[in-house]
């Protein structure tokens, strides 16, 4: 099994910054894949952005590229979102995922889940 435990959400004014961070502990060698999911109140939860722990890959939802960014720490096990330029629409409960490969974590199909994160950004 793998432990994902996130940290850094809180409350950001529009335009702020934030930058969230998952730790993965466990298993981890079942993982090629990590990235952000969110979800806000009364949608679905969406895909964020991802990363290839081997290979740096990324991938971001067309809402947030070039606002935020991903990237790893293999050593630390640990993934990173920066997130600059905050609007109040990216207010949401912010979960780290694993997947065995980028390809999977992009469909959905996720191995390993956090317990999730707030981000609140007040205009």
């Known amino acids: 099994q793998v432990q994902l435990v996130e940290s850094g959400g809180g409350l950001v004014q529009t335009g702020g910054s934030l930058r969230l961070s998952c730790a993965a502990s466990?298993?981890?060698?079942?993982?090629?894949?990590m990235g952000w999911f969110r979800q806000a109140p009364g949608k679905e939860r969406e895909f964020v952005a991802a990363?290839?722990?081997?290979?740096?890959?990324?991938r971001y939802a067309d809402s947030v590229k070039g606002r935020f960014t991903i990237s790893r720490d293999n050593a630390k096990n640990t993934v990173y979102l920066q997130m600059n330029s905050l609007k109040a629409e990216d207010t949401a409960v912010y979960y780290c995922a694993g997947a065995q490969d980028l390809g999977n974590l992009w469909a959905g199909l996720i191995s390993y889940w956090g317990q999730g994160t707030q981000v609140t950004v007040s205009s």
């Open positions: 990363i290839r722990l081997s290979a740096g890959n990324t």
């Open positions: 466990g298993r981890t060698f079942t993982m090629d894949a």
